[in-house]
């Protein structure tokens, strides 16, 4: 029997974990929309990411300060995505191709990397991370509070950078441009746009993204770096774009669906619950099978995606 | 006729003029010594066949691609466009045939693209709006600037380009064939709007060959044939009979000799077909008709009205919502296209490098393509290379494909030389209905020749054959019967023999149908 | 005078300008992972030298060469079909999972009788089965995609976390075996793969990746199949037209492909592993798609690039026991050898022109 008592401490504890793996996911989905509507399908992000969480944790580690930490991982990851946007956008190359060999080139890298840094030492070290915000009032209330206003201040960030990324998409002329590039490239040259400039900057976003979701990870949930602690979630967040209909305020709904997925996994665990628990971990992937394959979301992909386009 | 304009330019200060314009491509001379000057505040027409050069020495004006000699003066400076931006910017604005708008945006966003000015760059969608209505209003471009592109039929699309151009205050539009997707009430309503624009003090060039339109909006009429400006001339001191004289430039046409017409039994019936395009709208109307043996029937019209939808659905390549196809009295409405080519059904497709051949692979593998299935060895799945290389000699030689060998990659062939093989293909095949979409449709007068001289004899053979062609020349020189096709429906049937210029355009404009 | 870059119309497609472009996008990327040698050597070449000395050098680094190899090769073989029939399929990490599923439950499940026939009844029985169960499981992928359209690309990379939880479940629960690990018990000795070379761990992979490698060669070049399958990847409209079913055939590939796929696990399970746990891949279903493009789809060309990174991997797996530098040097390498070439894909497009500088007085329309 379960009394009310434990059955609301339940709900509050996957609703609030929900929330809090959600975070990196819509951060990272919000730069792949950006990509995505320029034209440019970038599966190169779940690397991008993994190089995000080491160079967090690495600058972190050696800074003691997770913002420079932060920092550090946009800087890489927007070098590391001028260079996929050249591969995709200037030479043209098969877009699919290039983000998996990438994502194989990433993975030696950061492990690669993290082994020349720290040793061979099989005891990691944590490192310096976020703290949870107080709000007053707002975070000691009952339910609410440990749901939406205990988390970090990256969590705010991200819900303040889904409001810019609608408003830059759907109200500038750099939006309008971007997604008259993944639509029409040819339509866009003619109005004067630039459009392999346009899926450069997309490109570089979705970069940005990424490795703002790797230090997210890092620096907030786990302190921790290991070769294992991205395990697909770019590939995730390319559902969510596909879920969220390529729309940043939508994104945000398909992120908590994801998280709520894998946190009722966790949660059910701590709750001692007799399900196997790989049944709820393959439940986020099986829900983006059916998303992607074609039953929703079809007429609102960018009609240019993954389409090379060379002006003139 | 004199090489230089008439006397009424030397009224008018010159918007824009041409001189000696040559642009070569490999191979071909697209425009050699072309030379246009375009008043201020006049229609001006530009007409000539398929391949007269108009698309190049408009893509020269227009920035897209730059010539290799000759002089572009606009406005009064001497200038030169290195890419569309520079034309759009000095006040040049060009209406492609496709549309270049972005289909999921509004009209407002696609006459705000690239508008961009600098600062935090915000879409400002009220004003834009406003403006739009005012120019709408006054040039009679009726459009509702909220409306999304997709949501707008072919006629509003193409005002939504014309605001575009008049938004950025393009001083001279030019125009590619602006009627050709256009009902005749749109049609109307363009040409008015044309004559507004002129009265504005704006210049306008229409690429066109349709001749009746350019008796109805143009003040002049420069006509190109083989690359070059032939004559300049005033609409008020010309007929269309003059016109067409000068745009083909031979009163005989290319003629065939051909022999006396032995139809046989009905080998093809099309009852009451129903074809819907990809956006679920009806593209053929109840269309039916009969092809016997040995006979062509030719079916005319402009491009666009049905024609490629109805071969699709003949071929099974297109779901057919009504109707029934029937083949030597075996219904095939619902057949696959292999089940109809095993029943001798076979097709040369219009779009001969998307379709009808494969670029990346040899003569070989093109060869077979279709008759795969009868190039293995016996009763096993192995292809026999050597019958298939025995095979694609013969066609290489049967149809005088010009190629160093038969490895050579199909896409590195002519266009002559491909259709060759492509017809070659099919006929070798011993079709008993071959279907054939534009058969020369970009071909040097030496392959028309060619593939005229082929579907001829095949009709002799006893073949039944059925042709689609845009070409007005070809239809009354190959077809026993013709069949005119507008908007979806056969306007009417005449007997080839019997066919003249004027009824078969009329029909096509869809101006009068036989019953 | 000066230089002057051009691009060409069509791409320079002469076999002596691909492979010296070729060739040196590989240097480069060799070149460039020198440098991550740094570190853990004083000479990076004497470690290239003694990376491929281990892998060639003796008889047993070279069988560990080919036991590397023989995965890579059907997971590449695999793709080469796929992706030449227009179905870019990328879950080849869960059919090889799936296919060593299945082959591990047989082994388990059977009664091993002490006979020299036992061993071949058994493979007779585990390889169809297996390659059956591949099979289904892209199969499914191509009928999501044939019915609904969906994305191949996304759909398959999300089959291979689905697969994985599969394996994981099953190795926890239903198949674990006594202790601490998530493992199965060990097969029986006598449902392994033979041993091919005495003296070192060879086992007979190698034979049955070359055999499939010959058999893929002559479906996508001499058997009419092949052919609609190529003619389908290149050209699905033209496929159409020749009579040809684009869907079919399509789903043709993508079951040989995971079948292809499931023959590579279970020559990691019975050769190699000899029992199934989470992680029986190590990568290979993603690395051999990498081999797959480097040899540019060709089924022949494969054998021999699978070669090539299998020795790297071996190489490096020494090279970390003896100076400690990390093996995935060796995924750098092996990722950065087809990127490099497909940037280098772009020198094919541009030609180097002496030109007259139009200061000099130079025509502009010259002809």
């Keep these: ?78 070098v590391v995505n001028l260079w996929l946007a050249w591969m995709y956008v200037t030479a043209g190359a098969n877009q699919v191709v290039v983000g998996i060999v990438f994502n194989i080139l990433a993975l030696g890298a950061a492990s690669y990397a993290y082994r020349t840094a720290m040793g061979a030492a099989t005891n990691p070290e944590s490192i310096t991370m976020f703290q949870n915000v107080h709000f007053p009032v707002l975070s000691d209330l009952p339910v609410v509070g440990p749901i939406l206003f205990s988390h970090t ?104 669906a994801f998280g709520a997925a894998d946190a009722l996994q966790l949660s059910l665990q701590l709750f001692q619950f007799e399900v196997p628990p790989q049944l709820l971990l393959a439940l986020p992937y099986v829900l983006t099978i059916i998303a992607v394959s074609g039953l929703i979301g079809r007429a609102a992909q960018p009609a240019a995606l993954m389409q090379p386009y060379r002006p003139g | 006729m004199t090489e230089s304009a008439p006397a009424l330019a030397d009224n008018l200060h010159p918007m824009v003029r041409l001189s000696g314009i040559v642009k070569r491509y490999p191979g071909v001379l697209a425009n050699n010594n072309a030379n246009l000057t375009v008043a201020m505040g006049e229609v001006h027409a530009l007409l000539g066949e398929n391949g007269a050069g108009k698309s190049t020495l408009m893509q020269v004006l227009y920035g897209a691609c730059q010539q290799d000699a000759g002089d572009i003066e606009f406005a009064g400076r001497i200038v030169r466009f290195n ?117 504005d003090g704006r210049s306008v060039i229409i690429v066109t060959h349709k001749l009746h339109e350019i008796m109805a909006v143009a003040d002049r009429i420069t006509i190109m044939r083989n690359g070059h400006t032939l004559a300049t001339v ?85 779901r057919v919502q009504a109707g029934r196809v029937v083949f030597d ?153 013709i069949i005119v096709m507008f908007d979806g429906r056969v306007m009417g049937e005449l007997a080839g023999s019997a066919a003249t210029n004027e009824q078969l355009g009329l029909l096509m404009a869809g101006l009068q149908s036989q019953e | 005078m000066r230089l002057q870059f051009e691009r060409r119309l069509t791409a320079e497609s002469s076999w002596w300008v691909s492979s010296v472009i070729t060739t040196g996008a590989v240097l480069f990327a060799f070149l460039i992972c020198a440098v991550l040698f740094l570190p853990y050597t004083s000479s990076p070449f004497s470690a290239y030298g003694a990376l491929f000395a281990e892998s060639f050098g003796s008889l047993r680094g070279f069988g560990l060469t080919l036991n590397r190899a023989a995965p890579l090769i059907l997971v590449a073989l695999g793709t080469c079909i796929a992706w030449r029939a227009g179905f870019p399929y990328l879950g080849f990490e869960g059919s090889l999972a799936m296919g060593a ?92 793969l033979p041993n091919l070379i005495p003296e070192t761990r060879t086992h007979a992979g190698i034979c049955i990746a070359v055999i499939a490698a010959l058999l893929c060669w002559c479906l996508l070049s001499r058997l009419r199949i092949g052919y609609e399958l190529v003619v389908t990847g290149l050209n699905p409209v033209a496929a159409g037209y020749g009579g040809i079913n684009v869907g079919q055939r399509q789903l043709l590939a993508a079951c040989l492909a995971g079948g292809l796929g499931a023959l590579a696990g279970v020559v990691e399970l019975l050769g190699s592993q000899h029992r199934m746990l989470d992680g029986l891949s190590g990568g290979v279903g993603f690395i051999g798609i990498v081999v797959a493009l480097l040899a540019r789809l060709h089924p022949l060309a494969v054998v021999p690039t699978a070669f090539l990174y299998a020795a790297l991997a071996v190489g490096a797996d020494a090279l970390q026991r003896r100076t400690g530098a990390p093996s995935s040097i060796i995924h750098i390498l092996q990722s950065l050898i087809v990127l490099t070439v497909l940037a280098a894909e772009v020198l094919r497009h541009w030609q180097i022109r002496l030109k007259p500088s139009p200061t000099a007085g130079g025509s502009l329309h010259a002809g």
């Excluded at chain 1, 939006?175 to 490239?185: Q, T, V």
């Excluded at chain 2, 009979?241 to 083909?248: F, G, K, S």
């Excluded at chain 2, 040899?362 to 050597?386: C, M, V, Y």
């Excluded at chain 2, 066609?395 to 030389?417: C, E, M, Q, V």
Aim: hydrophobic content about 50%.
């Design chain 1, 1 to 78: 029997m379960l009394d009310d008592f434990v059955v609301s401490s339940f709900i509050v504890t996957w609703l609030a974990a929900a929330v809090r793996l959600a975070g990196p996911l819509l951060l990272m989905a919000l730069g792949e929309i950006f990509a995505e509507r320029s034209g440019v399908l970038n599966i190169g992000i779940e690397g991008t990411m993994l190089l995000g969480a080491l160079t967090a944790y690495l600058v972190t580690h050696a800074s003691g300060s997770p913002w420079t930490g932060l920092g550090a991982a946009l800087l890489v990851g927007a």
């Design chain 1, 153 to 256: 201040i990256l969590l705010y960030l991200t819900l303040i950078m889904t409001l810019v990324a609608e408003w830059v998409l759907f109200r500038t002329h750099f939006g309008l441009g971007l997604r008259a590039a993944g639509e029409h490239p040819k339509a866009a040259e003619n109005a004067g746009i630039a459009v392999q400039r346009m899926r450069y900057a997309g490109v570089l976003l979705s970069g940005l993204g990424a490795a703002a979701a790797g230090s997210y990870l890092v620096l907030s949930q786990i302190g921790l770096f290991r070769d294992t602690i991205v395990a697909g979630q770019g590939f995730i967040a390319l559902a969510i774009v596909i879920f969220g209909r390529w729309r940043p305020m939508w994104a945000v709904f398909a992120a908590l």
């Design chain 2, 83 to 199: 890419s569309q931006r520079d034309a759009i910017r000095a006040g040049i604005g060009m209406i492609h045939q496709d549309f270049m708008l972005v289909r999921p945006f509004t009209v407002a966003e696609n006459v705000m693209l690239g508008l961009y000015q600098g600062g935090a760059g915000v879409l400002d969608v009220n004003t834009v709006v406003t403006r739009i209505r005012l120019l709408s209003e006054r040039h009679g471009l009726e459009v509702d600037p909220l409306a999304r592109i997709d949501q707008l039929p072919l006629g509003v699309q193409q005002r939504v380009e014309i605001l575009k151009l008049l938004y950025r205050d393009a001083r001279l539009l030019i125009l590619d064939e602006p009627t050709a997707v256009l009902t005749p009430q749109e049609t109307l309503a363009l040409l008015a709007s044309l004559r507004s624009l002129v009265a």
């Design chain 2, 234 to 318: 005033d609409k008020a001191a010309t007929s269309e009979a003059e016109l067409a004289r000068l745009m083909v430039g031979r009163d005989v046409l290319l003629k065939v000799d051909r022999p006396e017409q032995v139809s046989g039994r009905r080998l093809l019936s099309v009852k009451a077909l129903q074809v819907d395009d990809e956006r679920g709208q009806p593209c053929v109307r109840n269309v039916s008709l009969d092809v016997h043996a040995g006979e062509i029937v030719g079916i005319a019209g402009v491009d666009g009205n049905g024609q490629s939808p109805l071969v699709e659905a003949l071929m099974g390549l297109r």
């Design chain 2, 329 to 481: 009295d075996n219904d095939v409405t619902n057949k696959t296209l292999a089940a109809r080519a095993a029943r001798g059904m076979m097709y040369v497709p219009a779009d001969r490098r998307r379709m009808g051949s494969l670029d990346e692979l040899s003569i070989e593998d093109n060869a077979i393509l279709g008759s795969q299935q009868q190039f293995t060895h016996a009763h096993s799945p192995w292809l026999d290379r050597k019958a298939i290389r025995a095979h694609a000699e013969a066609l290489i030689t049967r149809y005088t494909i010009r190629t160093p060998d038969s490895h050579f990659h199909a896409g590195k062939l002519s266009g002559g030389n491909l259709q060759k093989l492509i017809l070659g293909r099919e006929l070798m095949r011993n079709p008993r209905l071959l279907i054939v979409e534009q058969p020369t449709r970009g071909l040097d007068v030496g392959a028309i020749e060619f593939v005229w001289a082929e579907l001829l004899a095949a009709r002799s053979s006893g073949m039944a054959i059925l042709i689609v062609s845009t070409e007005l020349e070809e239809i009354l020189n190959l077809a026993d019967r």
């Design chain 3, 101 to 192: 599923t299945v082959c591990a439950w047989l082994a388990l499940a059977v009664t091993v009788t002490e006979s020299s026939a036992f061993t071949a009844l058994f493979l007779l029985a585990a390889l169809p089965l297996s390659f059956a169960a591949g099979g289904v499981w892209a199969g499914a992928v191509g009928v999501v995609h044939s019915r609904f359209g969906g994305n191949v690309v996304l759909i398959s990379l999300m089959t291979n976390y689905v697969a994985t939880f599969i394996v994981q479940y099953l190795v926890a629960g239903p198949m674990r075996a006594p202790g601490s690990q998530p493992e199965t018990p060990r097969l029986p000795e006598l449902t392994w």
